[in-house]
């Protein structure tokens, strides 16, 4: 019995050890009974430093109140997802996101195990982004310099509906409400955004894009609303993404993503214009405009509860929907050619257009990756093609392999024009009416549900 339990204390030691995050064990005294490598490269300590070793001697600037471990021992509750800043022994301030679980045998607690995630190169890549857009922001209010790269009328294309949409979009951009924009990954909704900030009086002003996706939820607080000078062991004070677009646009993309108690804090700003950084008493005012996206439809996020129903009944005083590519079939080839065209000049090539079944394969691909995906599949098309026409032969293997680019569209019917298809169809359907009427034709004008004089006209269509 000895040797078995000896034999599992050391596969689950095995075990422990191979996962990649560090995991940190503590007895009922605070003392470590187990510590893996991972944790002891987050925390910039060796395993023989806190093996053994009470965790306060461990890490000085921890205390009984602040160490999550200790407050799980007390306590007996787990505590998810929470951020701790302290410093190791050796001086070196370590952060990460823990998640600390109580031990039990029976009924009685025997210890605590943390599962940690180190983010301090995360964060700090995070607040030297915010530091650039600072410093970009200031240079470019100083020189008048617009921020965006697109306009609307880099947004090409020829589909109806979605001309309205951008005429729509010029309308509404000299309004401060916010926007609410739904459309699938790859339909070009932050050059959208761009464009109606062009488009707007804060054109001058800073355009700010933030993937709500991007940033661990633990730190999006901090950078959307900054923070204040010791919030946090360590922490400055440092303006957050609202302060840097006062004056100008804030685009927050997939809005989805953000925490429910975040969002709870995003429409209080847009209530009253108010914020408070992470750690401070104090309101700050700021001017910003807010446009959020989504690449899931509103309704679904309202269901599934990824959105709080305030806050998008705030956003949703304009809204705008960018249909994906394939319910814009005229847009597929126009957009084939223009790229074509700018490609020609990027890469000093000469392609003249895609020869005739290419242009049904693409026609008929569904592209789930929308604007984007087109574009990226006739870079990679320019690049590899020898001729002066794009081949089938030149899709990425992946496309090739896809269904609709088999034999059967590389050898399509001679004639697709629907209006001849349909004028064959319609001359077979008369020439049957009439036989079954047995020549009368008031007899095959009521089956063909058309008035007589119709019938008449084209009968005499056919025989001529």
């Given at each position: ?78 505590i998810y997802n929470q951020t701790q800043v302290y ?309 990425p293997i992946i496309l090739k392999q896809y269904p ?61």
């Amino acid at each position: 019995m000895g040797e078995l339990t000896a034999l599992t204390q050391e596969v689950l030691t095995a075990i422990l050890k191979s996962i990649d995050e560090g995991i940190h064990v503590v007895n009922t005294e605070g003392r470590t009974i187990f510590y893996n490598e991972v944790a002891a490269k987050h925390d910039g300590m060796d395993i023989e430093e806190v093996l053994g070793r009470h965790i306060i001697h461990a890490f000085p600037s921890l205390t009984e109140e602040s160490s999550t471990l200790l407050k799980v021992i007390k306590t007996g509750k787990p505590i998810y997802n929470q951020t701790q800043v302290y410093v190791n022994m050796h001086g070196a301030r370590i952060d990460t996101i823990n998640t600390t679980l109580p031990i039990f045998l029976g009924e009685d607690i025997i210890g605590a195990v943390e599962i940690a995630k180190d983010y301090s190169r995360m964060k700090l890549l995070a607040e030297r982004l915010l530091d650039l857009q600072k410093g970009f922001s200031k240079n470019n209010n100083k020189k008048g310099i617009n921020q965006v790269k697109f306009t609307l009328k880099d947004i090409k294309t020829i589909h109806p509906a979605f001309i309205k949409t951008k005429t729509e979009a010029r309308k509404l951009a000299m309004s401060d409400s916010p926007i609410l924009i739904y459309g699938e990954s790859g339909t070009g909704k932050e050059l959208f955004v761009q464009g109606i900030h062009h488009e707007s009086h804060r054109s001058v002003r800073p355009f700010v894009a933030q993937n709500c996706a991007a940033i661990p939820e633990t730190l999006l607080e901090s950078i959307l609303f900054g923070t204040s000078k010791g919030s946090y062991t360590g922490a400055v004070d440092r303006k957050g993404l609202f302060e840097l677009a006062d004056g100008g646009t804030l685009f927050l993309d997939e809005l989805h993503a953000m925490p429910l108690e975040l969002q709870a804090k995003l429409l209080r700003v847009l209530e009253d214009g108010q914020l408070r950084r992470v750690g401070s008493s104090h309101n700050i005012s700021v001017n910003v405009r807010v446009i959020a996206a989504m690449n899931v439809h509103p309704q679904i996020a309202l269901q599934e509860k990824m959105i709080r129903h305030d806050l998008y009944y705030r956003l949703n005083v304009f809204t705008f929907s960018l249909q994906p590519l394939r319910e814009r079939g005229e847009d597929i080839m126009y957009l084939t050619d223009y790229f074509i065209k700018d490609f020609n000049k990027k890469l000093g090539k000469n392609i003249q257009g895609v020869e005739k079944n290419l242009e049904l394969f693409l026609s008929r691909y569904q592209w789930p990756g929308n604007v984007r995906e087109l574009k990226h599949t006739l870079e990679y098309m320019m690049n590899v093609c020898e001729g002066s026409l794009l081949q089938i032969d030149d899709l990425p293997i992946i496309l090739k392999q896809y269904p609709a680019s088999a034999k059967s569209i590389t050898n399509p019917p001679d004639n697709l024009s629907l209006r001849k298809n349909m004028e064959e169809i319609e001359k077979k359907l008369i020439l049957k009416a009439m036989d079954l009427a047995h020549g009368n034709i008031n007899q095959a004008a009521k089956l063909l549900e058309i008035p007589r004089q119709t019938l008449q006209y084209k009968l005499k269509k056919i025989h001529d």
